[in-house]
Nanobody, 119 residues
Framework: QVQVAESGGGLVQAGGSLRLSCAASGSIFSRVAMGWFRQAPGKHREWVATIASSTGSTIYTDSVKGRFTISRDNAKNTVYLQMNNLQPEDTAVYYC????????????WGQGTQVTVSS
């Protein structure tokens, strides 16, 4: 099994910042694009950002562009999400994973890390 473990969440006021980390097991990490996802209460899980495996190119969902930055350290099998200017609508459980081209994901879903933004 290949697993991920997210950390770094917490409670912040609107306008604040958090840095999330996701440590992955297995040798596949450096060969796959990694993504961050989030699930707010009562909503489906949504994609937030993705970073390519080797080029480091990134893409973001529109609602976080200019505020969130995804990065990775392949030597540490870790992907990060720097979140600035957090807003109450960013409140969610945040997860990381790598989507397969043919559907599904490479890693078992982790427990996620809770981010709560107060107004």
């Amino acid at each position: 099994q290949v697993q991920v473990a997210e950390s770094g969440g917490g409670l912040v006021q609107a306008g604040g910042s958090l840095r999330l980390s996701c440590a992955a097991s297995g040798s596949i990490f450096s060969r796959v694009a990694m993504g961050w996802f989030r699930q707010a209460p009562g909503k489906h899980r949504e994609w937030v950002a993705t970073i390519a495996s080797s080029t480091g190119s990134t893409i973001y969902t529109d609602s976080v562009k200019g505020r969130f930055t995804i990065s990775r350290d392949n030597a540490k099998n870790t992907v990060y999400l720097q979140m600035n200017n957090l807003q109450p609508e960013d409140t969610a459980v945040y997860y990381c994973n790598a989507a397969r081209t043919a559907g599904g994901y490479y890693f078992d879903w982790g427990q996620g890390t809770q981010v709560t933004v107060s107004s």
